[in-house]
């Protein structure tokens, strides 16, 4: 029996899918890593494994990553992001909406 039981955070994609799905090279998702800005989940074979919560981050760096946001600034835009509990998306729609 197949268990579709899943969440935001049941990993489901390798880093060639997540690089896919996010629109980041693959060395870029590993230079994310190595600067500790994400942690994906490790298969029985230590592949790394990404979930839809981690796609949705790797979105969101992706865009600051195209206005030339640097690792430091990456690192706390996030932590303000998650201290404030601020939805990025909604601070991009009300810079183009206003």
């Not at 955070?9 to 500790?36: D, F, H, M, Q």
């Not at 760096?61 to 640097?70: G, T």
Request: some cysteine; proline content about 3%.
């Amino acid at each position: 029996m197949i268990n579709l039981d899943r969440d935001e955070n049941t990993p489901l994609y390798n880093i060639s899918t997540a690089a896919k799905l996010c629109g980041l090279p693959v060395y870029t998702i590993r230079w994310l890593e190595k600067n500790g800005i994400l942690l994906p989940s490790r298969s029985g074979g230590n592949q790394r494994m990404f979930c839809d919560r981690d796609i949705n981050l790797l979105i969101e760096i992706a865009n600051m990553l195209h206005r030339n946001v640097n690792v430091e600034g990456i690192k706390f835009v996030l932590e303000i992001k998650q201290i404030y509990h601020i939805n990025l998306k909604d601070i991009e729609n009300s810079d183009e909406n206003g």
